[in-house]
């Protein structure tokens, strides 16, 4: 009797637990999903997606299951999350178009927690987006660079880099030189009365910030990387309420104007309506240094490395640049707007085919509203939908000999802004805000670093991807000023 009711339990466990790997292996669905699979239940294929591959190497786990599936899109589960997965730069395009109708900007939590949930880039809705993005363009946009930072940003770009020259004795991490070059810029153009001492200690916080955090939950680092991140987030939130409040309590009494962004914050804040309040300031601050600080100092760097191991490059940005302080009054002068628009053609070039290599986004979460028809298809809602630029930027069919360095492949085309088939800054209505800051410190930098220094790379660096990049050791230059 015991033995037939034992073997009639297990026989039920053992067809509860294979319904339930049925299920998870096949959505209930009525309509048609791509094809593809689900992986293990609850981690889903996770653990492949998260597996390092080379710089210049399409995803080794989309390519693997494009070719299982023969087209463009596939369905399978990530973090958890179900999803699908698109290379068609139509229907990609298609998706970024109707963000904030179709689809909303969905990330995994971890990423979510680290920038906070009620920042520019998370928040959910076509008016609050849209709001944001213009408060945003006030400090990051054409023209107000234009107007108020390039001779700034110029003058602290050349006195940071002679200084970093001489205090470590010709020897550059080119990363860590920039994102404090950066930070320092991003925090006097936000907090202009900042003090020296709670600058410095800021700058510190954000040095334990990386988007290296976006790996596998599996791996031991993640959880490290994790607390590290959300520790410095905590300070750094701490610091900047304190100064908003102060600086809030200050414009009250006495009236005063300073002219920066937390001012244009506090204005925006006093204003009748809810749309922002001091914490919603506080995040958007909190993200503009992370994104700026964290993207820039990483594009940038790998810029120098391509610039480093191509002589021919390197000849021609010097060749352009000797050129602009040829055509100054002052060869001193500080580098205009004219001059970075107009007279920076290859340089542009040079930026462009870096950021189109190191695809320092590569991949895209959003999530589908309502179901979505697509390439005969169904995107069932509440499904994520993953965006990977980096299929379009490494298409041999788009770019010729696509793991090549090769600036010249942009000459004649439009430099300055993305297309179907360029992502680096993203699509549709959530097109980075600091895209043009994010140039035009790329551009100075570059200036600077061709005109007055001789360098070269101290040896050969490796970079990977896990999806994001990741540096095997720092970028360093030995570097010295010209004769």
């Known amino acids: 009797m015991w033995g037939v009711a034992l073997s009639v339990i297990i026989a039920l466990v053992v067809i509860k637990i294979s319904v339930w790997l049925y299920r998870c292996a096949n959505p209930n669905f009525s309509g048609k999903l791509p094809p593809g699979s689900m992986g293990f239940p609850v981690i889903g294929e996770t653990v492949e997606f998260f597996k390092p591959y080379s ?45 904030n ?12 927690r680290i920038f906070g949930k009620d920042n520019l880039f998370f928040k959910q809705g076509n008016d609050f987006h849209r709001y944001m993005r213009q408060i945003a363009l006030q400090l990051l946009g054409p023209e107000i660079l234009k107007q108020r930072f390039i001779q700034k940003i110029d003058q602290e770009t050349r006195e940071h880099l002679k200084s970093v020259v001489v205090s470590f004795q010709g020897v550059l991490d080119i990363k860590d030189t920039v994102g404090r070059l950066i930070l320092e810029q991003m925090i006097q153009m936000i907090i202009s009365d900042i003090k020296p001492e709670t600058k ?28 590290n991140g959300l520790m410095a ?39 009748e309506g809810d749309t922002v309040n001091d914490e919603r300031s506080v995040e958007l601050i909190l ?16 810029t120098v490395k391509f610039i480093a191991e191509n002589p021919k490059v390197l000849m021609e940005l010097k060749r352009e640049h000797e050129t602009i302080l040829q055509n100054r009054v002052a060869r001193e002068s500080e580098i205009t707007w004219k001059e970075y628009r107009s007279m920076m053609s290859f340089t542009h070039m040079v930026i462009n085919e870096s950021l189109r290599l190191g695809s320092l986004s590569p991949a895209m979460f959003r999530k589908a509203v309502s179901d979505v028809e697509i390439k005969g298809y169904t995107i069932p809602a509440g499904w994520i939908v993953l965006v990977i630029p980096s299929l379009l930027h490494y298409d ?10 090769n600036p010249w492949r942009w000459e004649g085309k439009e430099l300055l802004s993305g297309s179907k088939t360029f992502m680096a800054f993203g699509g549709g209505a959530r097109l980075c805000a600091g895209a043009e800051f994010a140039r035009l410190q790329m551009a100075i930098f570059i200036h600077h670093l061709v005109t007055k220094y001789d360098f070269s790379l101290i040896e050969q660096y490796d970079i990977i991807r896990a999806p994001l990049l990741r540096f095997s050791k720092p970028i360093r230059i030995s570097i010295s000023e010209n004769p």
Do not use: H
């Open 101 to 112: 109708r179709c689809f909303i900007m969905s990330y995994p939590e971890a990423i979510v």
């Open 287 to 302: 993200s503009l240094l992370i994104a700026s600080y964290e993207t820039t100092s990483t594009m940038t760097a790998i």
């Open 200 to 227: 410095s200690k800021l700058i510190e916080n954000f040095r334990d910030f990386s988007f290296d955090l976006l790996r596998s939950p599996f791996d031991p680092s993640f959880w490290k990387t994790l607390y």
């Open 396 to 405: 041999p069919q788009i770019y010729e000999q696509p793991c090549e360095f």
């Open 233 to 271: 987030r905590k300070n750094v939130m701490k610091m900047i309420k304190i100064l908003f409040k102060e600086r809030r309590e200050e414009a009250r009494s006495d009236g005063l104007k300073y002219g920066d962004f937390m001012e244009t914050m506090i204005d925006e804040v006093e204003k």
């Open 55 to 99: 710089f210049n190497e399409v995803p080794p786990f989309v390519k693997k299951r494009m070719s299982k599936y023969g087209g463009s899109l596939f369905r399978t589960n990530i973090l958890g999350s179900k999803t699908i997965v698109s290379s068609d730069p139509e229907v990609n395009f298609e998706i970024l178009k109707q963000d």
